[in-house]
């Protein structure tokens, strides 16, 4: 196995797998859902779907989104046992040990779930609380005592947005919809 330093570093060379980000929508799921929770997502997904010696449909069992996690495992070249042997250096043919699961999930796929949240390890729980998904329907005040952007309670109404805004914002702008959140 690879340390995850030195795959992140290949990963990032490689034109395909630096490809995939979090969109809008991502990012709220995410938010609303917790890190815990999407932890042990991956954590179902890896231990069904690759852990197996012989997956079935072994590289095709990873929707390239609908979720997330699989967003990640794409980006990190952990979405079908071709790609762990190749990236990760974890043979094929056997099933994944628990320390292999666990370095995938927890030391790959979480980490680059980390970095696309704008998260510093230790600051999952915060990605958790969505307030803004929950909150009350008029404008909320930030610490400047100013107008903070309305409150967002309709997920469909974000990737609208996140798609009618599509290449509309200079990196770092912040997003119309959800506060805090930057462009690309």
Request: with cysteine.
């Amino acid at each position: 196995m690879r340390n995850k330093e030195n795959i992140f570093d290949a990963l990032s060379r490689s034109p395909f797998r630096s490809r995939f980000h979090l969109d809008e929508a991502d990012v709220l799921y995410v938010r609303t859902k917790g890190m815990e929770t999407i932890r042990r997502h991956a954590r179902d997904f890896v231990s069904r779907k690759l852990a197996p010696a012989s997956p079935p449909n072994d590289g095709r069992q990873t929707p390239m989104r609908g979720h997330p996690v699989f967003k990640a495992q794409h980006a990190c070249a952990c979405c079908c046992r071709d790609c762990l042997a190749k990236w990760h250096r974890i043979p094929k043919g056997r099933e994944l040990s628990a320390e292999e699961i666990d370095h995938i999930v927890d030391g790959i796929l979480m980490e680059w779930l980390r970095k696309e949240m704008g998260l510093r390890a230790g600051e999952e729980e915060a990605a958790g609380q969505c307030a803004a998904i929950e909150g009350a329907s008029s404008p909320t005040r930030n610490d400047a005592g100013k107008d903070a952007a309305p409150a967002v309670k309709d997920p469909a109404a974000v990737r609208r947005a996140g798609r009618a805004a599509k290449g509309s914002r200079s990196p770092g702008a912040v997003h119309p919809l959800l506060p805090g959140l930057k462009g690309r």
